[in-house]
Nanobody, 121 residues
Framework: VQLQASGGGLVQPGGSLRLSCAVS????????IGWFRQAPGKQREWVSC????????DHLDSVRGRFTTSKDNAKNIVYLHMDSLMPEDTATYYC???????????????WGKGTQVTVSS
C-alpha cells in the first residue's frame, strides 16, 4: 500500500494550490482518505475526509469555504483544492487511508509522506 501526496510548494497569500494523493493497492470504492496537516511546533490537524461512498466531511473551520476535497475513483487519486491561501495554512500536508470511514488522526491505517505547503510573500 502506498499513498503519495504531491502538489505542495511556495505560494503567495491569496494564491491556490491543488494537492494530490495518489493511492496504490487500495480501492477507493472501499477505503476512505483523509487530509491532515501539521505545522512546526503545532499539533496535527484533521482537514477533511472523503469516505468510500464519496461523502466529504470538512473538519477544520479555518479552511471551510476555501478548501475543497474531491476524489477520482478511476484514477485512485484524492485531491485537496486550496484557494485563498493564508500564511497560517503553511504546514506539511498528509493523506491517510482507513477502511470505509475516516477515524481521525490516530485511527487511520495507512499514511503517506507529506508535501510541504508554504504560504508567504
Amino acid at each position: 500500500v502506498q499513498l503519495q501526496a504531491s502538489g505542495g510548494g511556495l505560494v503567495q497569500p491569496g494564491g491556490s494550490l491543488r494537492l494530490s494523493c495518489a493511492v496504490s493497492n487500495l480501492n477507493l470504492g472501499y477505503w476512505a482518505i483523509g487530509w491532515f496537516r501539521q505545522a512546526p511546533g503545532k499539533q496535527r490537524e484533521w482537514v477533511s475526509c472523503v469516505n468510500s461512498e464519496g461523502e466529504i466531511t470538512d473538519h477544520l473551520d479555518s479552511v471551510r469555504g476555501r478548501f475543497t476535497t474531491s476524489k477520482d475513483n478511476a484514477k485512485n487519486i484524492v485531491y485537496l483544492h486550496m484557494d485563498s491561501l493564508m500564511p497560517e495554512d503553511t504546514a506539511t500536508y498528509y493523506c491517510a487511508a482507513s477502511f470505509r470511514e475516516c477515524r481521525g488522526g490516530y485511527g487511520m491505517d495507512y499514511w503517506g509522506k507529506g508535501t510541504q505547503v508554504t504560504v508567504s510573500s
